[in-house]
């Protein structure tokens, strides 16, 4: 009997061993794509740089793409700092979650308990404004910001204060605020603005009787995040990074002249995957009451302490995020506790060609990191397809065989869906040449016609896209999208 036992323990033993070793060699696999669906985007033109980190299972990657500012050689790196923006807003809703299992506030206080002086005007119809409507951007004013703050802020986007100091402060915004006017009920209408996490860390600051910016570094350390600053551009400018605004022009920075609560924060990628992780992996109760959901709008999206995006999917199960995007940066962060895993990507554009870009590779990486251990096999095989379509489907053959480690094995759905988004990326000639060898390889499949119709179509050789789409309908009699575009011919009087 010890001697079958020990036989056990020991089968067990390489049992998990190689299970380790599929695992890492799986995330190996992840990563590869990862980087390349990064440096397809870069390819796209519209983003100087890219700095991403992944978290899945315990394993963490980051990596960095491009050059900060392009013809310099600057690839960004450790050091590099970058403009976080609104994501700022989730350190003022963390310190405020732990006010409140400090019960040093309630999220249903009436701010004004907290104000001094007569604010008459922070009231609908006798429902005041509380410390939950400051973290759920629910306030229910009439105007987003006081006229004055709003002037400032234009002036600080057109660059105006690069070299000025900026003659405004919490004082003269407090006397602001007694201008603003409510014309809805607060709780009950979502506007996304800066004057609630601003005046949370003034609550803060009241009821712990320190510096806001004090309180913020405390936590900083707490998660020894020791490359995180606020409102401190000054003592690190030799590693902030250049950010780049709609017309590709150098963006200046976004001084914040107020506590900092809503933004003025730069911080690097591996203090990024710190507060990463800390959502991930830590105890500290701070993390769930800052997640709870506070406020649900009505499209049904929900808002914690200040973290955006909460919800529930039916595969990766709870997820929250924010995002932040100052003048020149754009950057967010993905937090998936059910599922293990989160996300980190930041570009230095912000124009919106860049901003589809930023947001299409953020959600491409995702819907992989979703199912890891699996492994896209068409976002795996992607690169070799370029290159050797004969080598490919070799390789894509032998590797679909295993289901359990690869998900999208349908050599052609794949093929259509590479094509597709060479397309997107307007590579007309290369989203050719896989349509038509994904004819070559199924040469009854309507929908591949449908797609070499498209292919043509937008290469504005409509004589080609006529004739494809015209071979679709005849082995799809149904093919609705076919008929709609040989009409367009039609009617045009192309492709005759």
């Known amino acids: 009997m010890k001697k079958v036992i020990a036989i056990l323990i020991i089968l067990l033993a390489v049992s998990c061993k190689n299970s380790?070793?599929?695992?890492?060699?799986?995330?190996?696999?992840?990563?590869?794509?990862?980087?390349q669906h990064a440096?397809?985007?870069?390819?796209?033109?519209?983003?100087?740089?890219?700095?991403?980190?992944?978290?899945?299972?315990?394993?963490?990657?980051?990596?960095?793409?491009?050059?900060?500012?392009?013809?310099?050689?600057?690839?960004?790196?450790?050091?590099?700092?970058?403009?976080i923006a609104s994501i700022t807003?989730?350190?003022?809703?963390?310190?405020?979650?732990?006010?409140?299992?400090?019960n040093k506030i309630n999220l249903d206080d009436d701010i004004r308990k907290y104000l001094e002086g007569n604010y008459d005007n922070l009231e609908f119809e006798n429902t005041p404004i509380?410390?939950?409507?400051?973290?759920?951007?629910?306030?229910?004013?009439?105007?987003?910001?006081?006229?004055?703050?709003?002037?400032?802020?234009d002036k600080i986007a057109e660059g105006y204060y690069v070299d000025k100091e900026i003659a405004y402060d919490f004082n003269i915004f407090l006397?602001?605020?007694?201008?603003?006017?409510?014309?809805?009920?607060?709780g009950t209408f979502f506007e996304y603005n800066n004057i609630g996490p601003e005046l949370m860390a003034y609550i803060l600051q009241k009821v712990y009787q320190k510096n806001y910016k004090t309180l913020v570094y405390d936590f900083l350390k707490e998660l020894e995040m020791n490359s995180t600053y606020l409102m401190d551009f000054e003592n690190h400018k030799n590693n902030l990074a250049n950010g780049y605004d709609e017309k590709n022009n150098l963006a200046p920075l976004y001084k914040n002249p107020l506590l900092g609560g809503?933004?003025?924060?730069?911080?690097?990628?591996?203090?990024?995957?710190?507060?990463?992780?800390?959502?991930?992996?830590?105890?500290?109760?701070i993390v769930k009451e800052a997640t709870k959901t506070l406020f649900t709008d009505e499209e049904g999206d929900k808002m914690g302490y200040l973290w955006q995006g909460l919800g529930v999917a039916e595969e990766e199960g709870f997820y929250y995020s924010k995002t932040g995007n100052s003048l020149g940066i754009h950057s967010g962060i993905l937090i998936c506790p059910d599922s293990n895993y989160g996300e980190i990507v930041i570009i230095n554009n912000n124009s919106d060609a860049a901003s589809d870009d930023y947001f299409n590779l953020f959600y491409t990486i995702e819907a992989?990191?979703?199912?890891?251990?699996?492994?896209?096999?068409?976002?795996?095989?992607?690169?070799?397809?370029l290159t050797d379509k004969i080598a490919a489907k070799k390789e894509f053959e032998q590797l679909k065989r295993n289901e359990n480690n690869y998900f999208n094995t349908d050599f052609i759905d794949a093929l259509n869906r590479i094509g597709y988004e060479l397309l997107k990326d307007k590579k007309m000639e290369k989203a050719i040449e896989i349509?038509?060898?994904?004819?070559?390889?199924?040469?009854?499949?309507?929908?591949?016609?449908?797609?070499?119709?498209?292919?043509?179509?937008?290469?504005?050789?409509?004589?080609?896209?006529?004739?494809?789409?015209?071979?679709?309908?005849?082995?799809?009699?149904?093919?609705?999208?076919?008929?709609?575009?040989?009409?367009?011919?039609?009617?045009?009087?192309?492709g005759n």
């Open 20 to 35: 380790t070793k599929t695992e890492v060699n799986s995330f190996k696999k992840l990563t590869d794509i990862v980087d």
């Open 39 to 83: 440096e397809s985007t870069l390819q796209k033109g519209n983003i100087n740089s890219i700095a991403l980190a992944i978290y899945r299972n315990g394993k963490v990657y980051k990596n960095y793409f491009g050059e900060i500012d392009k013809g310099k050689n600057n690839t960004p790196n450790d050091n590099t700092l970058y403009e």
């Open 175 to 186: 006397e602001d605020l007694k201008t603003m006017e409510l014309d809805k009920k607060p």
């Open 89 to 102: 807003k989730v350190f003022t809703g963390s310190l405020a979650a732990k006010a409140v299992l400090e």
């Open 368 to 385: 992989d990191l979703i199912k890891f251990p699996k492994i896209n096999l068409k976002s795996y095989i992607k690169a070799k397809v």
């Open 262 to 285: 809503a933004g003025g924060m730069i911080s690097t990628l591996p203090d990024l995957i710190k507060l990463m992780k800390f959502q991930l992996e830590s105890k500290n109760p």
């Open 435 to 494: 349509f038509e060898f994904a004819i070559s390889e199924d040469p009854k499949n309507a929908n591949l016609y449908d797609s070499l119709g498209q292919a043509h179509f937008e290469n504005k050789n409509y004589t080609k896209a006529k004739l494809n789409y015209e071979k679709s309908l005849e082995l799809d009699p149904k093919n609705t999208n076919a008929e709609k575009y040989l009409a367009k011919i039609e009617k045009q009087k192309i």
């Open 130 to 153: 509380t410390i939950k409507n400051l973290l759920t951007h629910s306030l229910g004013f009439k105007n987003k910001h006081p006229k004055t703050f709003s002037d400032i802020n």
